[in-house]
């Protein structure tokens, strides 16, 4: 009976705990759809590892775990979501296949390279496309490249990382 008691007790105070959490992370997006994720993941040398997450009134969180979690809020221009969204297009991303790693869509294969996760939603669609950078060697390839890279140019030209 005991045991039953400190069960229910435990699961109600961690129900409480993911509402709250629900709760703070509701209240840093508003209701405002999310637009583009980008994630880079590390590889086994230590690259650092984020995630920027860019939402449709422009607001935008950072997530950088070089070493610690730490999240943080900016804003881009309107004009400047355009022209991401523009790339996107150009890219082609929303026909792109939603998987890019050895054995799936890859002329070549480079060992020990990063991970990359983009979300996007544009056009009333959106996909997600896995790419482990080490796989190349198509034009679908190259043009994922391209794309994270302005991106990173993005990030980098916002100061959106430390």
């Given at each position: 009976m005991k045991i039953t008691i400190i069960v229910l007790i435990l699961f109600c105070v961690c129900s409480c705990r993911v509402e709250n959490e629900t709760k703070k992370s509701g209240d840093l997006i508003g209701l405002h759809q999310l637009l583009i994720k980008f994630e880079k993941q590390e590889n086994q040398y230590g690259y650092p590892a984020y995630a920027v997450e860019i939402y449709s009134d422009g607001s935008v969180i950072v997530q950088n775990r070089g070493g610690s979690l730490e999240t943080k809020k900016a804003a881009v221009e309107k004009s400047r979501l355009d022209g991401l969204s523009a790339e996107f297009d150009r890219a082609g991303f929303l026909n792109l296949s939603g998987r890019?790693?050895?054995?799936?869509?890859?002329?070549?294969?480079?060992?020990h390279e990063q991970?990359?996760?983009?979300?996007?939603?544009?056009?009333?669609?959106?996909?997600?496309?896995?790419?482990?950078?080490?796989?190349?060697?198509?034009?679908?390839?190259?043009?994922?490249?391209?794309?994270?890279?302005?991106?990173?140019?993005?990030?980098?030209?916002?100061?959106?990382?430390?």
């Open positions: 890019y790693v050895e054995g799936d869509n890859c002329k070549t294969i480079i060992t991970t990359v996760t983009i979300f996007y939603y544009g056009g009333g669609a959106n996909k997600t496309i896995y790419h482990y950078l080490g796989c190349q060697g198509t034009d679908e390839t190259e043009g994922l490249r391209q794309l994270e890279k302005g991106l990173e140019d993005f990030i980098r030209t916002e100061k959106l990382l430390d």
